[in-house]
């Protein structure tokens, strides 16, 4: 039985593990109906502005709607996914096995052998690069106004 650490087996290991995807996980294409009429009914949120405003008292402000929330917040959550899907496959793997996974930075570059500084620097250009392709969205602009 061999009990010798391999760095290279391991990390073409980690490599080929199917993580968890980086979109959100509520977007509105991947929402099912059975889902939203499940989350309307645990939480007590009104599904449309007009049931919302039938269900608040007079002179009191109505609550959010499930539609409201997507409406303003569904730009967002697009400009995120539009951002990450063009990331290329490395990079995604860079940011999942960073932020996500959360390995340190001085694991991963023992692993791949590749100074840390490198990939140091590796890592603020991609944050940089994810900065500025969100900053180019008109929704990302109006959530940092708010």
Same mark, same amino acid.
């Given at each position: ?5 391999? /760095?290279?087996?391991?990390f073409q290991s980690l490599r080929d593990y ?5 979109r959100p996980q509520r977007s509105r294409v991947?929402?099912?109906?059975? %889902? ?10 009104? #599904? ?11 002179? &009191? %402000? /109505? ?10 917040? *569904? ?6 996914? #539009? ?5 290329? #496959?490395? %990079? ?9 996974? *959360? ?11 590749? /100074? ?8 603020? &250009? ?21």
């Amino acid at each position: 039985m061999d009990n010798e650490f391999d /760095p290279e087996s391991f990390f073409q290991s980690l490599r080929d593990y199917k993580f968890p995807s980086l979109r959100p996980q509520r977007s509105r294409v991947a929402v099912s109906d059975t %889902e939203w009429y499940r989350a309307i009914r645990l939480y007590h949120i009104p #599904e449309t502005d007009a049931e919302a405003l039938m269900a608040s008292a007079p002179f &009191e %402000e /109505p609550s959010v709607s499930w539609e409201g929330v997507y409406r303003d917040e *569904g730009d967002l959550i697009d400009a995120v996914e #539009e951002v990450f899907d063009s990331l290329t #496959e490395d %990079e995604q793997w860079l940011y999942h096995i960073l932020v996500d996974v *959360g390995l340190s930075l001085r694991f991963v570059a023992r692993v791949v052998e590749m /100074p840390k500084t490198t990939l140091a620097r590796r890592r603020d &250009e991609l944050a940089a690069k994810i900065r500025n392709r969100l900053l180019q969205h008109e929704a990302v602009w109006r959530k940092l106004k708010d």
